[in-house]
């Protein structure tokens, strides 16, 4: 829909984009010149020192730059919150001004309540959508609290000398701390590795390997390479190559940086004001403001005939005019964004109560809409937790030696340490520890990417020798590496040992091992070392990791499979250990694709191929975006689980991103939903939540669709037909207001589980294909009642308006309120399906109370009269009739069409 906020604010939001302009000019021209200064100079003007801040220093600075928060949205007083709820949507404008007019130009009591309706409608609308969306921003806000992003930073700290005592003096010391990132302030050292968010604007002090996204920045696509010498030559801040700024990400390598400016301070900082809360529309946002809009259409063709067909043939031109109004108001889904924001918020609820967290709440429409859910491997389907089972020789033999070199690999290297790192460093016993960590000495690093897929260190040893140790993918690691460690002896890689290396690395592979090389060489001391230093390698052995499926996996996958939802890997290991794990899930895997086959592949090809694809192995995270955007081209709803460095792209790619608590920053920050349980059952009771907030707003817009659709003609015929107003203005308000009352419950209602079994998309042709069928059949009934209260009751003149107005007004009000047990479910209502207890109680209450006001003492303020005994019992065979005549109808549109 409009947002007319955002239109009325169109000049003050002007000058504060003008605002922004020149605080990021600003912060830019900062930036770029302590990235024109050497280290010691950027150290000495942010007032910094290598070891880090100490605490006192820390605290001045919170309280001078404030927390490191970046556009976050502030929460505004209650009354603001109902005020902007009020003024973006245009319909409850639009009653408004109806209800002014009524009010200002109506002498009748009738036309003051019919004022006062109108202005309840709105007041309806606007508090009860903010009362749900409160409870569930609450039990969201709580969980999210639960999971937080770190930076690793070097402060002072203070420590007692004597650890065993507790009264012993304290000292200062330098230390490696993991602070929430709101907790940094300027002139703090910060660590940056593989995975990690950039926490604020940062000089670099050094960087080995790093490469940098920044295309929430720039909008460049590929990573760019950091360093942390000087840039005397940057002319623009975002083009110096010893800064890293807030709202980019490491994909690959390490550094150390000294924050130059947080928060609103920062480069993005003084930006993202405007970019808080935006998002783009679904499919789901666009259908409701599609269906909105037609409803509008229809009112803005039949209220102008109505109310010149009343001028004209009654001669009462205010008369008309007020009833116009009225009619304009019944046929306004003035409630649509009301339940709209109720079904979402109960969904939001439910959700938190299951320890998921919607950073995004029409996230949840999109859950139930996804018919491929792709999934990274490592730390989704297995647990988080991996067991080094074996360190062998090349011939397949424990070998301590290889163990060695691992624990030297992944205890030297400072980037991210995954779940392989700590099963190796966990491998090792005390002893062996101790004694490497005193015989060897880090030099340098390599650090890991996803093109070479491996990652190395360079140590020194007690007499001075230096041995780059190379870990990783057997493949890439193998191709690196000249000859082989046999027996105690360096023999070399001819195609011969290569195949028979490569016959256990398989044979490990198909026992279930997820399995990676280990590659040494002696390497002359030089001041540095690079990627190019990775070759002429001797393979000393192998590593082989179990990585367990989690226990909830395999039912998991079977529980979607059977609700419509196809599961497809999507994973950075090789083929061979994924299948082992898909077997062990449930998964049946006829076809699969390696990333290099991918990357050969046309868009058009890829697109063809994920239809009988269903593990996609050794992918790098761009290709993982390409396998997405293929299942998209091909018309299909994709949700993404990942928890890797190299998921976040594909999260962002994925109609719904979800990922784990225990993710890499750059995951969690990409997610739409967060799960705080290990168990993947939920993502079943997810998507099910899903299809019942689209099913239940769904019944919402059928009713008013084909009620709106079947009215038209019935307003329009009795306004030709008879010489009175067919009802009162004020009766058609308060029947729109019960009516919308009465449906405040549909959130609560259950959804058939066949309606649940497949996934949901929105359909605005079937939409108006119920609106066609079912609207007019309402019409039918309309007609028998004027001709029952014409002919039978005798109000056939304006003597006897009241009665025949009446007589609608009940009729109309109790079949609406009812034919909604009908259209909620594609079985027999009441017998095979019953609706919520909430919502037929409302219902019921709803009747009974139209049925008591003709005979109660407000009857005269809205021109009621008694209706006699046998109008009930004609009202009784009419309500039986018209839910028959429809469940008739919608039982052949459901053998026809297959779905209502």
């Given at each position: ?373 792709c999934t990274d491997k490592t730390g989704t389907l297995t647990q988080d937790r991996v067991i080094l089972e074996r ?116 044979e490990m592979n198909d026992d279930g091992f997820r399995v990676l090389a280990l590659g040494v060489r002696e390497i ?32 998991a996958i079977a529980a979607l499979n059977a609700n419509g939802v196809a599961v497809k890997i999507l994973t950075g ?328």
């Amino acid at each position: 829909m409009l947002d007319l906020f955002n239109f009325s604010m169109l000049i003050p939001n002007a000058a504060r984009e003008r605002g922004k302009g020149e605080a990021a000019a600003r912060a830019a021209t900062q930036l770029a010149d302590i990235a024109r200064l050497e280290s010691a100079e950027v150290l000495g003007r942010l007032t910094a020192v290598a070891d880090g801040l100490n605490p006192e220093q820390v605290e001045e600075r919170l309280e001078e730059f404030g927390p490191n928060i970046v556009a976050q949205e502030v929460k505004k007083h209650v009354v603001l919150q109902l005020l902007e709820r009020f003024i973006t949507n245009p319909i409850n404008i639009l009653l408004t001004v109806l209800a002014v007019i009524t009010w200002a130009t109506g002498s009748e009591l009738s036309d003051k309540i019919g004022a006062i309706i109108m202005f309840a409608m709105v007041v309806m609308a606007v508090f009860v959508a903010h009362f749900q969306e409160a409870r569930s921003s609450r039990a969201v806000e709580q969980l999210r609290r639960m999971v937080s992003n770190t930076a690793t930073v070097r402060r002072e700290v203070d420590e007692p000398v004597d650890s065993a005592d507790e009264d012993a003096p304290t000292q200062r010391a330098a230390k490696k701390l993991e602070v929430p990132i709101d907790g940094l302030v300027p002139g703090d050292i910060v660590y940056l590795s593989a995975g990690d968010m950039v926490p604020a604007d940062l000089r670099l002090l050094h960087a080995k390997d790093l490469f940098i996204n920044q295309a929430a920045l720039t909008g460049e696509s590929m990573p760019v390479e950091k360093f942390g010498a000087a840039d005397p030559d940057a002319k623009t801040a975002l083009e110096a190559r010893c800064l890293c700024f807030m709202g980019s990400n490491v994909v690959s390598g390490s550094a150390t940086g000294v924050i130059a400016a947080t928060g609103a301070g920062t480069y993005f900082g003084a930006l993202a004001g405007s970019l808080v809360g935006q998002r783009v529309e679904t499919s789901f946002d666009k259908g409701v403001s599609r269906f909105a809009w037609l409803m509008l259409r229809f009112m803005a063709v039949m209220v102008p005939v109505v109310f010149l067909i009343n001028g004209v043939t009654k001669h009462d031109w205010f008369e008309a005019f007020m009833f116009a109004v009225a009619v304009a108001v019944g046929l306004t889904p003035e409630m649509l964004p009301m339940i709209v924001a109720i079904n979402l918020a109960k969904g939001a609820l439910k959700m938190a109560s299951k320890d998921v967290i919607v950073k995004r709440l029409n996230a949840i429409q999109n859950f139930g809409a996804i018919d491929v859910l792709c999934t990274d491997k490592t730390g989704t389907l297995t647990q988080d937790r991996v067991i080094l089972e074996r360190h062998t020789d090349i011939r397949g033999d424990e070998d301590d030696a290889v163990l060695d070199f691992a624990w030297l690999n992944s205890y030297h290297q400072t980037g991210l340490k995954n779940l392989l790192d700590v099963a190796v460093l966990e491998g090792a016993t005390p002893a062996a520890a101790a004694r490497l960590k005193s015989a060897y000495t880090l030099v340098d690093e390599v650090p890991f990417d996803f093109s070479r897929r491996r990652m190395s260190v360079v140590v020194r040893d007690e007499s001075g020798r230096h041995f780059l140790i190379s870990k990783g993918a057997v493949a890439e690691t193998v191709a690196v590496c000249v000859n082989a460690r046999d027996a105690g002896e360096n023999v070399a890689m001819t195609p011969e040992k290569l195949a028979e290396v490569r016959a256990v690395s398989r044979e490990m592979n198909d026992d279930g091992f997820r399995v990676l090389a280990l590659g040494v060489r002696e390497i002359e001391a030089k001041p540095s070392y690079s990627r190019d230093d990775e070759s002429g390698l001797t393979l000393m052995g192998f590593i082989a990791f179990l990585d367990p499926p989690k226990d909830s996996a395999a039912d998991a996958i079977a529980a979607l499979n059977a609700n419509g939802v196809a599961v497809k890997i999507l994973t950075g290991d090789n083929d061979v250990v994924t299948r082992n794990v898909c077997r062990q899930v449930g998964i049946t895997v006829e076809n699969f694709l390696t990333g290099p086959k991918v990357e050969a592949m046309s868009d058009d090809e890829l697109t063809v191929a994920t239809r009988t694809t269903q593990v996609f192995a050794r992918l790098n995270p761009q290709q993982k975006v390409r396998v997405i955007q293929a299942l998209h081209r091909d018309g299909h709803v994709v949700g993404f689980l990942g928890d890797g460095i190299n998921d976040g792209p594909a999260l962002r790619a994925a109609d719904v991103g979800i990922s784990v608590d225990t993710a890499v920053d750059i995951a969690k920050e990409s997610a739409d939903i967060i799960l705080l349980e290990k168990s993947l059952m939920v993502l079943e009771e997810g998507v099910i939540e899903g299809r019942k907030v689209f099913g239940n707003v769904l019944k919402y817009i059928k009713m008013t669709a084909s009620s709106n659709f079947g009215n038209m003609f019935s307003m329009i015929g009795a306004s030709a037909l008879l010489p009175f107003l067919p009802m009162l203005p004020v009766q058609v308000l308060l029947n729109n207001l019960m009516y919308d009352f009465s449906q405040t419950s549909v959130a609560s209602d259950e959804v058939d589980p066949d309606y649940l079994a497949k996934p949901r998309q929105w359909d605005l042709k079937a939409i108006a294909r119920f609106m066609v069928y079912i609207g007019p059949i309402s019409s039918i009934f309309d007609y028998c009642t004027f001709a029952f209260l014409w002919f039978v009751l005798g109000a056939d003149s304006g003597t006897h308006q009241r009665l025949f107005q009446t007589g609608w007004f009940v009729e109309s009000l109790l079949t609406q309120t009812l034919i909604v047990h009908v259209i909620r479910t594609g079985k027999i209502p009441f017998l095979e399906s019953r609706a919520s207890l909430p919502l037929t109680i409302t219902g019921v209450a709803i009747c009974l109370i139209g049925m008591i006001l003709p005979f109660s003492a407000v009857a005269p303020w809205f021109g009621f009269v008694p209706l006699p005994g046998i109008y009930w019992l004609f009202l009784a065979a009419v309500i039986v009739a018209y839910m028959g005549l429809t469940q008739f109808v919608k039982t052949r549109m459901i053998r026809h069409f297959g779905v209502i």
